[in-house]
């Protein structure tokens, strides 16, 4: 079969076509607003993505995706694909930090949706698209951190939402059909809505706030938003995370600002147009700031993640009569509840459990173990002095071999 090259803005390596013509005009609609445009078969593609020869049947082959050949349909082709010139646009851009999100544009300011399953988030996106507001993304937005102010802004990708079909019963007749009426590509599962306010891929708006979802299907009470915690806030965000390659650390205090800097609510709702008026005149997400890495914030490592030194992860076993210090370099944000890390190397981040907090506040000097599990045994009297020796080790044993804490 012919095959053609095709070069997407923003990305380093060309995606290659199979019978270019029935491909590209299914794949069109869906990458209206992402530039691309034949290229010379220079390099290596990402990924190769085309019909096999079987009626109805696309191959996808993707050498750095978890599954790196697979056949499909060719609308679920095209999900697949997405998902990994999701990756090749980090690849391209490895300083992007990207979550698992929709971003729909309020008045100058992104308001990121993070993933919650069956929360309703590409179905809300959709509805505020239908009320004229640009959809940045629906699915996952890369992050940017501007050098000179430390703005977060989000990036659009330039791909059409994508709904799960059939839409619900629920769904006002007059909401559905311009739904339906919108969607060009589709199968059973999926559906793109085209002819929506999409961005050019690459425009970036800074984050102006955060909405985690939360529908529940039984009640009939209005929809309503409410502020939530910070500790909320920052485990919200840094679940959604999937930007490998990022510094942990760089994570923490993107995510950290995005938790405090801005405003983080939950909307509570039922009914999916009374959710997306809600949104547009509450006056919670009226005038947002940008989200900012500030002064008196985590400090934000600009270095890539080690990946490579996964394997080679520390097996030591902590032993208590040794002395424990921190290992500087970390980065470190506190809520009023919990402690986040990310060690120097920047290959995770931790919320520390409360025996672990504990341990790492009374580290502020060094300690040596038995001192450590002396000092816990008064805070807690009345748990066996066995277990809380073998519950200290434990809590040792993983900040050591996380590379927060060095034992000598």
């Known amino acids: ?57 696309w191959r996808l082959v993707a050498p750095k995706a978890a599954r790196p050949d697979v056949l499909h349909d060719p609308v679920n082709a095209i999900c697949d694909l997405i998902v990994e010139m999701s990756w090749e646009r980090l690849r391209s851009r490895p300083e992007l930090l990207c979550l698992h999100a929709a971003a729909v544009a309020f008045g100058g300011r992104l308001i990121v949706f993070p993933n919650q399953r069956r929360a309703g988030k590409s ?15 629906d699915d996952f937005v890369p992050l940017a951190v501007d050098p000179r102010t430390r703005i977060i802004s989000g990036v659009a ?10 839409l619900p019963e629920t769904l006002a007749p007059a909401h559905a059909a311009w739904i339906m009426d919108r969607i060009t590509v589709h199968n059973r599962q999926y559906g793109y809505l085209t002819e929506v306010d999409l961005p050019l891929s690459g425009t970036e708006m800074p984050v102006g706030g955060v909405v985690l979802l939360d529908r529940d299907m039984d009640a009939a009470t209005p929809a309503r938003l409410a502020p939530v915690s910070a500790d909320e806030a920052l485990g919200a965000v840094v679940r959604q995370n999937f930007g490998r390659h990022v510094h942990a650390g760089a994570i923490l205090a993107v995510t950290e600002a995005m938790a405090t800097s801005v405003p983080v609510l939950r909307l509570t709702y039922h009914d999916v147009a009374e959710a997306a008026d809600l949104l547009a005149t509450s006056p919670l997400l009226k005038d947002a700031p940008a989200a900012r890495i500030t002064a008196k914030g985590a400090e934000m490592p600009t270095r890539p993640a080690p990946l490579a030194m996964r394997a080679q992860r520390s097996r030591e076993t902590a032993d208590p009569q040794r002395t424990f210090a921190k290992i500087p370099g970390h980065t470190q944000v506190e809520t009023d509840n919990a402690i986040y890390l990310a060690s120097e190397t920047g290959l995770a981040i931790h919320r520390l459990n409360p025996v ?10 060094p300690l040596d173990g038995d001192t450590i599990i002396a000092v816990l045994g008064g805070v807690f009297p009345d748990v066996a002095p066995g277990q809380l020796a073998e519950d200290v080790v434990a809590a040792l044993t993983f900040m050591v071999r996380d590379g927060l804490l060095a034992q000598r």
């Open 356 to 365: 672990s907090m504990m341990i790492w506040r009374l580290l502020e000097e």
């Open 123 to 137: 179905l809300l996106t959709a509805t505020l698209a239908q009320r004229g507001h640009a959809v940045f993304t």
């Open 157 to 166: 990708n330039g791909i059409a939402p994508r709904l799960r079909l059939p």
């Open 1 to 57: 079969m012919q095959t053609e090259d095709r070069q997407f803005a923003g990305l380093n390596a060309p995606l290659r076509v199979v019978s270019p013509e029935d491909v590209i005009a299914l794949m069109a609609p869906v990458f209206a607003h992402w530039p691309h445009e034949p290229a010379p078969k220079a390099g290596t593609p990402f990924a190769t993505v085309g019909p096999t020869g079987k009626a109805g049947q």
